[in-house]
Nanobody, 120 residues
Framework: EVQLVESGGGLVQPGGSLRLSCAASGFTFSSYAMSWVRQAPGKGLEWVSGISNGGSLTNYADSVKGRFTISRDKAKNTLYLQMNSLKPEDTAVYYC?????????????WGQGTQVTVSS
């Protein structure tokens, strides 16, 4: 059974940092691209960042480029999102999502999400 479990969310002041983690199980982690997707209150889903199955390719939404860094640890079957210089508009539930392949940008499994709130 595929499972994706996010952690690391919380309340942080503007300008602060958080690192999100997504523990993956039930599939060959190194065979699939992964992404982070977020949903702000009252808004639709927004793709944030993606990483290739091997980790050599990454991509970011313009809204987070230069502030967020995606990475993955094959040995730990874990996906990460380092978020720096956080802004109130980054407030959202963050989901990790498993790609259907090596970079299809279609997702077949999602985690339960972790709340990130940026507020003073």
């Amino acid at each position: 059974e595929v499972q994706l479990v996010e952690s690391g969310g919380g309340l942080v002041q503007p300008g602060g940092s958080l690192r999100l983690s997504c523990a993956a199980s039930g599939f060959t982690f190194s065979s699939y691209a992964m992404s982070w997707v977020r949903q702000a209150p009252g808004k639709g889903l927004e793709w944030v960042s993606g990483i290739s199955n091997g980790g050599s390719l990454t991509n970011y939404a313009d809204s987070v480029k230069g502030r967020f860094t995606i990475s993955r640890d094959k040995a730990k079957n874990t996906l990460y999102l380092q978020m720096n210089s956080l802004k109130p508009e980054d407030t959202a539930v963050y989901y990790c999502a498993k790609d259907r392949g090596t970079w299809s940008c279609e997702y077949d499994y999602w985690g339960q999400g972790t709340q990130v709130t940026v507020s003073s």
